[in-house]
């Protein structure tokens, strides 16, 4: 499978790895991560970044970058690694996106990985409703004998 790595706000990237443990232990041992400290330079973390991602020799040469926030420092500089081939990059990382990309098959491409990731990501973010319907209407004298409701 492509490497994955996870380049976010510290302590985001780190935390988001310890989630990933909960459901895929293998997988999470694979997968990178990289906490930008705050005022770091962009030549410094690109830098550093550069370390984490496969070689283009590497028999898998292939990385996707999940990141956090669109126009902050971490997504910028992912931006300057990115080619649009051997390396993609999604913003918005959440945990939907990361189960899903970790779900994968082994041996998944990157574009597999991109498109599992912008699935989940999509997937996993859904608005959340009460346990009772919507349109239910309130009646007075419900069950709770401590709450005392005056009919009007």
Same mark, same amino acid.
């Given at each position: ?7 976010? +706000?510290?302590? %985001?990237? /780190? ?9 895929? #232990? @293998?997988? #999470? @041992?694979? %997968?990178? !991560?990289?906490?930008?400290?705050? +005022? ?15 070689? @283009? ?11 956090? !926030? ?24 959440? !945990? ?7 779900? /994968?098959?082994?041996? #998944? /491409? ?14 996993? !973010?859904?608005?959340?409703? /009460? ?11 419900? +069950? ?5 409701? +005056?009919?009007?």
């Amino acid at each position: 499978m492509a490497c994955l790595l996870i380049i976010a +706000h510290a302590p %985001l990237a /780190s935390t988001l790895k310890q989630v990933a443990a909960h459901t895929f #232990a @293998e997988a #999470a @041992e694979q %997968l990178r !991560v990289f906490d930008v400290p705050p +005022h770091m330079p962009p030549e410094d973390i690109e830098a550093h970044l550069r370390t984490l991602l496969p070689d @283009e020799d590497a028999p898998d040469p292939e990385a996707l970058l999940l990141v956090d !926030v669109f126009g902050a420092t971490p997504a910028n500089v992912a931006s300057r690694l990115v080619d649009g081939q051997r390396i993609r990059a999604v913003t918005g990382v959440n !945990v939907a996106m990361l189960w899903r990309t970790l779900g /994968s098959p082994g041996g #998944a /491409s990157v574009q597999a990985l991109f498109d599992r990731a912008m699935q989940g990501a999509v997937q996993g !973010v859904l608005p959340l409703t /009460s346990t009772r319907p919507q349109n239910q209407a309130f009646t007075p004298g419900g +069950h709770d004998p401590h709450h005392h409701h +005056h009919q009007q």
